[in-house]
């Protein structure tokens, strides 16, 4: 069974803005945390945004501060990232996840990933 589903990517130009939704199933909703990753084209995943579900403890890395925002729906049980002021750098594939905890190089634990989601930003 599909745990998580992304939706939401596709191609903007440098300033623009996109939203990604991940619908996530019941299972993978009570991980508690809930995360953003990207990998870019030739490079390691790296984690982009986290919240944990129904707290306020939330997350950014430094290359998207101030640019991206997290957002859960506890009744949908939905993972939204709303991506603005995007950069030709923003360009990836954004993977949603749930987690019970991160390793020390931040990657998920005990937990489930989507399939991803294009992001394309044109200079």
């Known amino acids: 069974q599909v745990q998580l589903v992304e939706s939401g990517g596709g191609s903007v130009q440098t300033g623009g803005s996109l939203r990604l939704s991940c619908a996530a199933s019941?299972?993978?909703?009570?991980?508690?945390?809930l995360v953003w990753y990207r990998q870019k084209s030739g490079t390691e995943r790296d984690r982009v945004a986290l919240k944990y579900g129904g707290g306020d403890n939330t997350y950014y890395a430094d290359s998207v501060e101030g640019r991206f925002t997290v957002l859960v729906d506890n009744a949908k049980k939905t993972i939204i990232l709303q991506m603005d002021g995007l950069k030709h750098e923003d360009t990836a594939m954004y993977y949603c996840?749930?987690?019970?905890?991160?390793?020390?190089?931040?990657?998920?634990?005990?937990?489930?990933w989507g399939q991803g989601t294009q992001v394309t930003v044109s200079s």
């Open positions: 996840a749930s987690c019970k905890y991160f390793t020390s190089s931040e990657s998920c634990g005990n937990g489930y």
């Open positions: 019941k299972t993978a909703w009570s991980r508690g945390w």
